[in-house]
């Protein structure tokens, strides 16, 4: 199916739906957040990253002559833009609106672009956790355009925004020419209300696909405070009915 010009065909078995149930891990799944899908809206969001000024000259050719070490690399930066107004550093900044979660896929041109997600912004948690990561030897831990073309974003790619949890995006140039990365954040913008009823929570973990589950930020802890949030402390996949009735009990 194309929406907007982008062919979502891949995509429509991953978005989440309306009255959709939602079990979102955060902190490496220390805790989850159970959430109904309330209301909806699709629409893609096409960002050029040197008009956007997020790199301002693209990315220099690599001098790199095996295409692994000693690329051109980019560190993490958050998605900022230089022509919405407020000119905002992160463009994915939902903490004014609690109730609203963003669950997006992102394509990627040239297809030989390496892009690496960091959430929350200043932790790598792109990586895997028993490999030193290294912008001289950036071996793991990437999405590329061969994988996510441009309008045809890859279900692999898919990133969860949270109120408080954004993102940031390094980059990585194999080539030995300059690289001028585009990027398509096709975006499944969510309302969503907590599930305060302990017995339908305990269903979303115990009954299997009752729920959709998802570990947001990667496998380390990164000290996201869920009660700050949601107004609940969480549930693990792991508790009895009683202790889920403490974890959606709202403070």
């Given at each position: 199916?194309?929406?907007?010009?982008?062919?979502?065909?891949?995509?429509?078995?991953f978005?989440?739906?309306?009255?959709?149930?939602?079990?979102?891990?955060?902190?490496?799944?220390?805790?989850?957040?159970?959430?109904?899908?309330?209301?909806?809206?699709?629409?893609?969001?096409?960002y050029?990253?040197?008009?956007?000024?997020?790199?301002?000259?693209?990315?220099?050719?690599?001098?790199?002559?095996?295409?692994?070490?000693?690329?051109?690399?980019?560190?993490?930066?958050?998605v900022?833009?230089?022509?919405?107004?407020?000119?905002?550093?992160?463009?994915f900044?939902?903490?004014?609106?609690p109730?609203l979660?963003?669950?997006?896929?992102?394509?990627?041109?040239?297809?030989?672009?390496?892009?690496?997600?960091?959430?929350?912004?200043?932790?790598?948690?792109?990586?895997?956790?028993?490999?030193?990561?290294?912008?001289?030897?950036?071996?793991?831990?990437?999405?590329?355009?061969?994988?996510?073309?441009?309008?045809?974003?890859?279900?692999?790619?898919?990133?969860?925004?949270?109120?408080?949890?954004?993102?940031?995006?390094?980059?990585?140039?194999?080539?030995?020419?300059?690289?001028?990365?585009?990027?398509?954040?096709?975006?499944?913008?969510l309302?969503?209300?907590?599930?305060?009823?302990?017995?339908?929570?305990?269903?979303?973990?115990?009954?299997p696909?009752?729920?959709?589950?998802?570990?947001v930020?990667?496998l380390?802890?990164?000290?996201?405070?869920?009660?700050?949030?949601?107004?609940?402390?969480?549930?693990r996949?792991?508790?009895?009915?009683?202790?889920?009735?403490?974890?959606?009990?709202?403070?």
């Amino acid at each position: 199916m194309s929406k907007y010009g982008v062919d979502t065909k891949e995509l429509e078995a991953f978005l989440f739906k309306e009255n959709d149930l939602l079990l979102l891990g955060v902190n490496g799944g220390s805790a989850y957040v159970p959430l109904r899908v309330l209301a909806r809206i699709e629409r893609p969001y096409l960002y050029d990253t040197t008009v956007e000024a997020l790199l301002p000259s693209g990315l220099a050719a690599s001098p790199s002559t095996d295409g692994v070490t000693n690329t051109t690399f980019q560190a993490a930066l958050q998605v900022s833009s230089g022509n919405l107004p407020g000119k905002p550093t992160d463009v994915f900044d939902i903490s004014q609106f609690p109730d609203l979660l963003y669950q997006m896929f992102i394509g990627i041109d040239p297809p030989d672009t390496r892009i690496f997600l960091q959430q929350p912004f200043h932790v790598d948690q792109g990586s895997l956790p028993i490999i030193s990561f290294r912008p001289g030897y950036a071996q793991q831990g990437w999405w590329d355009g061969f994988l996510s073309p441009i309008y045809r974003p890859h279900p692999k790619t898919q990133t969860i925004v949270l109120p408080g949890l954004s993102i940031a995006l390094a980059f990585q140039n194999i080539r030995p020419q300059p690289l001028f990365p585009l990027l398509l954040f096709y975006m499944n913008a969510l309302r969503v209300g907590v599930i305060t009823d302990p017995d339908l929570a305990y269903e979303m973990i115990a009954v299997p696909n009752k729920a959709r589950i998802v570990t947001v930020g990667g496998l380390q802890p990164h000290n996201y405070t869920v009660k700050t949030w949601y107004k609940v402390p969480g549930v693990r996949l792991d508790m009895t009915k009683d202790q889920v009735a403490a974890g959606v009990t709202p403070a």
